[in-house]
């Protein structure tokens, strides 16, 4: 549960190329897409884990900022 002690945590995404995929899969038992969102390049999306959003998919070039470190999602 999300409260000031303990807040959700946050990613952030930046686009290498245009097209980049940012999808929203959900919270619960049931684990689907419930948002894609197309970023060009050079835009950001800063995004949260939230009470609906329990996993981030990435598709394309881009860089992805976390907690846990930067990942560089480049080489396809
Ligand atoms: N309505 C979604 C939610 O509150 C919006 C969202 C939050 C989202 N984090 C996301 C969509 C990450 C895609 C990826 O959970």
Do not use: C, W
């Not at 807040?7 to 940012?22: C, F, M, S, T």
């Not at 999808?23 to 419930?34: C, E, N, Q, V, Y």
């Amino acid at each position: 549960m999300s409260d000031t002690n303990n807040p959700r945590d946050y990613v952030v995404i930046k686009a290498l190329e245009d097209g980049v995929q940012v999808i929203g899969l959900t919270r619960g038992t049931d684990t689907r897409f419930h948002h894609s969102e197309k970023l060009d390049k050079g835009e950001i999306m800063v995004a949260q884990f939230t009470e609906h959003t329990s996993a981030v998919k990435l598709r394309g070039k881009a860089i992805m900022q976390t907690s846990y470190g930067e990942i560089r999602n480049d080489d396809q």
